[in-house]
Every structure is written in structure tokens, then in C-alpha cells.
């Protein structure tokens, strides 16, 4: 008997390791980033770029605890949202005339799923921050509204989707979803 138990709690052990430490499953519960992630998909986050202070490079979709000013609004503190990484430390970014601005060029991509119907900016990203942006970007709860996200609030980056299975596959900076033989453009 145990040496039939020994082998299956080894294998529980390393599951709640990398569970804790490495990967987490993740479900996606509002449209602020359709069309990239839709209502309901399951996403795999993965955890150590953050943990090792890697740097997270422009379109990298990230999942975060609320920043404090969504927490000095009552937000649920233990809740993660996920957006896309559209500035880093040192960026001035805008948003006029439906366009996405870093560094006084308009984007060449800004993975939205619309023009944008607000204006914002310009604002210069501070050191240690990021600013991010949902792919709905008219209705999405983001940087947009509360300002730069502290790189510390930040638990990992979503990797691959998992669910619906349709829509298997990585989830890359493109902003679409990675098909044998083709890319999916978005927005």
C-alpha cells in the first residue's frame, strides 16, 4: 500500500508547486479584452517573468491584482484582471482621435478592438510602472481610468489558451491566436 500512496503524493506535491509557483489556470470573466480573450475562455498565466523582475515587453497580455486606486473604490482586493501591456517605464502615452499614441508616433499595432471613443494623456509612464489597456478598450476598466499599474502588482503573464477547446493554443503579443499556417489580425 505505500508504496502505491508514496508515487501519488509525489505527484500531488509537484502539482501544488507548480500550481503556486509556476502556472496557474485562470478563467477570463468580462469582455475587456474581446476579441483576443472571450467571455469564459481558460487561460494558463504563467508566473516567474514576474517573480524574476523580467522585463514585459509591449503586448504581452498580464494578469494583476487591482491597483490602489480600484481598491480605494472598494474593489475586491483579492480579484486579478487581465489587460495588455501597450507602455512601459519612461513611455508618454495618448489616446486622440480614436488612436493609441507612445512617444508622439501613433502605434503600428495597438490591438484594439475599435477607434477608441475617449481621449487620455498624455502621460509619461513612471519607472516601475506599466500601462495597460484592455483590447475592448471602450469598455474596459483600465489604466485608461486609473492610471499606471506598479510592475509590483503584477502576477504573471496569460501564455495559452486552454478553453474553449476551438481556440487552443498560445496567446501571443500579436494579439491573436496562432493557427497552423496563419496569423489571425485583430482590431
Same mark, same amino acid.
Given at each position: 500500500?505505500r508504496?502505491?500512496v508514496?508515487?501519488?503524493l509525489? !505527484? ?6 507548480? &500550481?503556486a509557483?509556476v502556472? =496557474? *489556470?485562470r478563467w477570463i470573466?468580462s469582455g ?7 467571455l469564459q475562455d481558460?487561460v494558463?498565466?504563467e508566473k516567474l517573468?514576474p517573480?524574476?523582475?523580467r522585463?514585459?515587453a ?5 494578469v494583476?491584482?487591482?491597483p ?7 474593489y475586491?482586493?483579492?480579484a ?7 507602455a512601459?517605464p519612461g ?9 493609441? !499614441?507612445r ?5 503600428? &499595432?495597438?490591438w484594439?478592438? =475599435? *477607434?477608441m ?7 509619461t509612464v513612471p ?9 475592448n ?8 481610468l486609473w492610471g499606471?499599474?506598479?510592475q509590483?502588482?503584477?502576477?504573471g503573464t496569460a ?5 474553449p477547446?476551438?481556440?487552443f493554443g498560445?496567446?501571443?503579443s500579436?494579439?491573436g491566436?496562432t ?5 489571425r489580425?485583430l482590431?
Open positions: 500500500m508504496r502505491q508514496l508515487p501519488v509525489s !505527484w500531488v506535491l509537484v502539482a501544488l508547486v507548480l &500550481r509557483a502556472v =496557474e *489556470p470573466p475587456s479584452m474581446l476579441p483576443t480573450l472571450e481558460r494558463l498565466v517573468r517573480r524574476l523582475q522585463s514585459l509591449i503586448g504581452t497580455v498580464v494583476f491584482r487591482p490602489q486606486a480600484l481598491l480605494d473604490a472598494g475586491d482586493p483579492n486579478a484582471l487581465i489587460k495588455r501591456v501597450v512601459g513611455d508618454v502615452v495618448e489616446v486622440r482621435e480614436g488612436v493609441l !499614441w512617444n508622439g508616433q501613433p502605434t503600428q &499595432r495597438d484594439a478592438a =475599435e *477607434p471613443t475617449y481621449t487620455f494623456g498624455p502621460v519607472a516601475g510602472d506599466l500601462l495597460v489597456l484592455g483590447d478598450r471602450n469598455a474596459s476598466l483600465d489604466s485608461h499606471p499599474l506598479p509590483t502588482n503584477v502576477l501564455i495559452w489558451r486552454y478553453w477547446p476551438a481556440h498560445p496567446i501571443g500579436d494579439g491566436r493557427v497552423p499556417g496563419a496569423i489580425e482590431g
